[in-house]
């Protein structure tokens, strides 16, 4: 009787999952449909996912009907089971054979339905991907290009840290495409989007917003230096000639917005200044860098700037202006400038240390493949989020850091302490992923406190007397239900508690809340 009870249970989860799935499926092909149906590709695309969804829907309708025939065979044995005499033991043996057979039966389309649920999401998953790239360039679609955003505005509000954005438009590209035609069009479209992806940054985001028109955000980036980002791609841009099958040496130029956010900005009110910024462009004479840095507009031009520009909407600290005064006065004398330390790396190999992280995207990427690997059985892992923070800003330290220089010398400890196996990434701005493979939450939480504890000895040991930089750390070990955004989030939450409790300190995560490990390290010392 507890079988068959266990089995309608069973019976009552699959019909809960075939629900939410479909739920989940139908929201999906709606919004895939209609983003697609602006790309001449979407009528294949959108064919293709209804036929996904329908072996899906078909394949959830068959489990249901397995369990629900499973369950009246079970319940069938059961009745016959209690009818048996019990001085009738080869009755009893034959009964409850059928029953272990039956078990087995329904053990196999199980297996066989988990690997064709595998397969499913695996499409879907390619689906949703492709539903967040553009056809045409293979850069972040609009889509891909609204969610940053939003993520960008929220990480300034919460850590401060700034970003800016680039809006770029082909000049004359309707005259173009009806002089060259369409197809070369759309080459001349890939060939820009493969220069604006190896001018920027690989942390940047390089999305097509549309038409001809190209977004780019740039994390941790004041104005001044968007602009110059922009006035290289500009420059790129204008010198490369484009090879097509049927026409060669075409040129095209591109203008240019910049803008970097202002305190309490939402997303919309920066992409109208960028827009501004990009209109003066066009009316400026096009193939130029136009910046509007929220009082005014004007053209970008290098030759004229100060070194670093801060808009006024952004206070900065006493320490950092005159750490830029400094800088841009060549009359200071040289003990004035040594009284603070350099806002840039001393050397390419301190850079190199740098540009070897893996980026968010790749340390992103080994984090899905750990999970794909967890499902099949491989071993657990932990992630670490790790910010560096200013404790001080004594004077007899020199004064705040630069985000560069604190960086650098964030990522030059990392590297050199974690363990070969150990996968250490860029995050975000100031902020670095650590990977620890067969790491359970205990070490993982002894490796982040080991690292926190140390690292000030390493400035000393390093820098010499230097303002003092802090880890914030948060912790989490993956769970059996984790998928890659809640993995993700739990250890966001640790960090951002870490933070906001007052820095220079570690979370974990256990999967209901975020928790000091003070209380945990001492149970493990008490234990052990």
């Keep these: 009787m507890s079988l068959t009870i266990s089995l309608t249970i069973l019976y009552v989860l699959f019909g809960f999952a075939a629900t939410a799935v479909g739920a989940l499926a139908a929201l999906w092909f709606c919004w895939s449909h209609f983003r697609g149906s602006a790309q001449r590709a979407s009528t294949a695309k959108a064919r293709h996912a209804v036929e996904v969804l329908i072996r899906l829907q078909e394949l959830m309708t068959r489990v249901a009907v397995d369990v629900d025939q499973h369950s009246s065979q079970v319940e069938h044995i059961n009745e016959k089971l209690a009818s048996v005499d019990t001085d009738k033991p080869n009755v009893i043996v034959d009964v409850v054979a059928k029953l272990i057979q039956a078990n087995q039966q329904m053990q196999k389309k199980l297996t066989s339905t988990e690997d064709k649920l595998r397969k499913q999401a695996q499409e879907i998953q390619i689906h949703t991907v492709e539903a967040r790239t553009d056809a045409i360039t293979l850069l972040a679609n609009r889509r891909a290009f609204d969610d940053e955003l939003v993520r960008s505005v929220a990480e300034f509000r919460r850590l401060g840290r700034t970003f800016s954005l680039i809006m770029a438009d082909v000049d004359h590209f309707k005259k173009f495409n009806d002089t060259h035609g369409h197809q070369v069009g759309d080459f001349v479209l890939q060939g820009i989007a493969k220069l604006l992806r190896r001018t920027m940054r690989e942390m940047d985001l390089v999305a097509r917003y549309g038409g001809e028109e190209y977004a780019i955000i740039l994390p941790g980036t004041i104005l001044d230096h968007a602009c110059k980002a922009a006035l290289r791609a500009c420059e790129t841009i204008q010198k490369h000639n484009f090879q097509h099958d049927t026409k060669g040496g075409l040129r095209v130029t591109m203008s240019f917005g910049v803008a970097e956010v202002l305190t309490n900005e939402e997303g919309a009110s920066l992409i109208r200044r960028v827009d501004k910024a990009l209109y003066a462009a066009k009316e400026g004479g096009r193939n130029c860098v136009y910046q509007y840095d929220g009082q005014t507009i004007h053209r970008f031009d290098p030759d004229k700037q100060p070194i670093l520009t801060e808009t006024k909407e952004q206070p900065k600290s006493e320490s950092i202006t005159a750490m830029q005064e400094i800088k841009q006065d060549p009359e200071a004398p040289p003990e004035d400038q040594s009284a603070r330390p350099s806002p840039e790396p001393a050397c ?88 620890l493979p067969m790491a359970g939450l205990i070490d993982s939480i002894r490796v982040a406190e080991r690292l926190r504890e140390e690292f000030s000895q390493y400035i000393l040991s390093t820098q010499g007397e230097q303002p003092r930089l802090t880890l914030s750390i948060g912790v989490v070990q993956v769970m059996e239900m984790d998928e890659f955004i809640s993995l993700m989030k739990r250890a966001e939450e640790a960090l951002d508690t870490a933070v906001r409790r007052g820095s220079n300190r570690t979370y974990y995560h256990d999967g209901k809340r975020c928790a000091p490990i003070t209380a945990m390290l001492e149970t493990m010392d008490y234990l052990s």
């Design 348 to 435: 390419a190999a301190e850079l190199d240390v740098v540009s070897a992280i893996p980026s968010r995207t790749n340390f992103c990427q080994q984090v899905r493949n750990r999970l794909a690997e967890i499902k099949r059985g491989g071993p657990t892992f932990s992630i670490v989020l790790i910010e560096v923070s200013q404790y001080d800003e004594d004077e007899k330290h020199g004064g705040q850091l630069s985000n560069e220089l604190a960086t650098l010398t964030a990522a030059k400890y990392l590297t050199t302490t974690v363990r070969g196996m150990d996968v250490v990434g860029h995050y975000a701005p100031g902020c670095f992923g650590l990977l």
